[in-house]
């Protein structure tokens, strides 16, 4: 955790009176001028808390606001304003924008409000932190934890494929915390989420008037994970484009920013993960080998939940803890029913569906003792076709109904996004639910 703040101001008086009184109170201050600074301070160190000015010449506090919360998810931004209007302030919140302060400047409250600023930064640190464990003393957890600290100091690319929901990015994350990039920046970028052109923006950054749209530089993933890692998730969706200009970096370890001739040469340790059977995409032609062969150098195999159903209790009280610290709510007890029911559900959305699970009770649910028929999930029968069944009816409605439970599960149990997912309408996928005794979500 650091407990630095920096100040982004353009003027020189307000730069001055904070430091100084943010010193008094015995913190380190560093402060800047303008936006382009602080995103270039900001890239290098995470700040505790930012107290960012709304109106600066080029890059506006918005804008700085939106890469800070990129780059360092958990530093506190308090907003600094002149004259902001209601819709900034809005804007500024709903981008994760803690508090503001008005100018003039009134100390005492500056004061209290950056201490606050810093207690909520610990508290998100700590969260983090225990959301970054990973959980299990079953063989495959163990397993996992080994093969982990094993890579992890080395430079080799790693690539982890799991099913939805397995940890894949959490495993990411504890090789870059286990190796010696641990105090640069772990960056993650989804490859199938990228639209086609911004695919080189997006990697390599762009320099200011690069395109329409650009009006300021902005760095790409590569560089940003500079000594760090950067963690390509999805992999088996990246287009063609993108797998060219990801191998040529690969290759080269150096790239053009868009609109620049300048080379940047970048030190990232890659590691990527997928949820398809890559070997297989390769041979249909849809992944490039030479990429694959380059990525592939240290595979990874997160087992489903269902194959270390042992580790249910543990994961359950983990979660339990977190999310009742979390959302201030009392630690649930859950009975020896409920335990034993959980191991002997399939978990098609595997940890991520456990973990919500958990999250929903502690929030939702205002007793303390939770019992196996608190919780929305069934136990797991037998796969459809081990079964005897005596009609077609009711082969087809097995099938339905782990086809529904295992998709819902897969959009945390939101009917309305669930039914876009698989092409029917909302009220259709209510009435099969209810026909086929589907418990809606955690109400059951
Ligand atoms: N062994 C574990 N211990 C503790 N938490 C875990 C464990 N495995 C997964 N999780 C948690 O489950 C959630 C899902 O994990 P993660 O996002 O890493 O999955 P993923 O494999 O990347 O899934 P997707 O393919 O859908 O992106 C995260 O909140 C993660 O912290
Ligand atoms: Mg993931």
């Given at each position: 955790m650091d407990n630095a703040i920096l100040v982004v101001d353009d003027e020189a008086g307000i730069r001055q009176s904070l430091k100084g009184i943010l010193e008094d109170e015995g913190f380190e201050v560093e402060t800047v001028a303008s936006g382009e600074e602080c995103v270039k301070l900001v890239s290098s160190r995470c700040y505790g808390c930012v107290l960012l000015d709304v109106w600066l010449p080029g890059m506006d506090g918005i804008e700085v606001l939106e890469r800070i919360k990129e780059v360092c998810p958990e530093t506190s931004v308090v907003m600094i304003s002149g004259h902001a209007t209601i819709e900034t302030a809005v804007k500024a919140t709903k981008m994760g924008a803690l508090d503001f302060i008005e100018k003039p400047l009134q100390l005492e409250k500056t004061v209290q409000t950056v201490k606050l600023a810093l207690t909520q930064h610990g508290l998100a640190v700590e969260n983090r932190k225990s959301l970054l464990e990973i959980i299990g003393e079953s063989a495959p957890m163990r397993a996992l934890r080994q093969q982990i600290a094993i890579a992890a100091p080395t430079q080799g690319r790693v690539l982890i494929y799991g099913e939805?929901?397995?940890?894949k990015e959490l495993v990411a994350n504890a090789l870059h915390r286990q190796s010696?990039?641990?105090?640069?920046n772990f960056v993650a970028m989804n490859c199938s989420a990228v639209p086609e052109d911004l695919i080189e923006s997006e990697l390599f950054g762009h320099v200011k008037g690069?395109?329409?749209?650009?009006?300021s530089p902005k760095q790409g993933k590569f560089e940003l994970a500079h000594q760090g890692t950067l963690f390509l998730d999805e992999?088996?969706?990246?287009s063609p484009k993108m797998q060219a200009k990801v191998l040529r970096v690969l290759e080269e370890q150096k790239f053009e920013p868009v609109g620049s001739s300048t080379a940047i040469s970048v030190d990232v340790r890659i590691i990527s993960a997928t949820n398809k059977r890559l070997a297989e995409e390769m041979e249909r032609g849809n992944f490039r080998a030479d990429l694959f062969y380059r990525l592939n150098v240290i595979p990874f195999q997160i087992p489903p939940l269902r194959e270390h159903l042992e580790d249910v209790p543990l994961l359950v009280e983990h979660f339990n803890r977190v999310f009742a610290a979390r959302n201030n709510k009392p630690v649930k007890e859950f009975t020896v029913d409920a335990i034993e029911l959980m191991q002997n559900?399939?978990?098609?959305?595997n940890v991520r569906e456990l973990r919500n699970l958990v999250e929903r009770i502690v929030i939702?649910?205002?007793?303390v003792k939770i019992t196996a028929n608190d919780l929305p999930i069934r136990r797991s029968e037998k796969p459809a076709s081990s079964y005897d069944f005596s009609s077609y009816k009711e082969a087809s409605e097995a099938y339905e109904r782990e086809f529904l439970c295992r998709k819902l599960a897969e959009w945390q149990w939101n009917i309305s996004r669930t039914a876009e997912a698989i092409g029917i309408d909302r009220s259709h996928l209510y009435r099969r639910m209810k026909a086929l005794g589907i418990p809606r979500n955690g109400q059951p």
């Open positions: 939805s929901g397995t940890g010696q990039r641990a105090k640069n690069a395109f329409t749209g650009a009006s992999v088996g969706d990246m559900y399939d978990w098609p959305g939702m649910v205002p007793k």
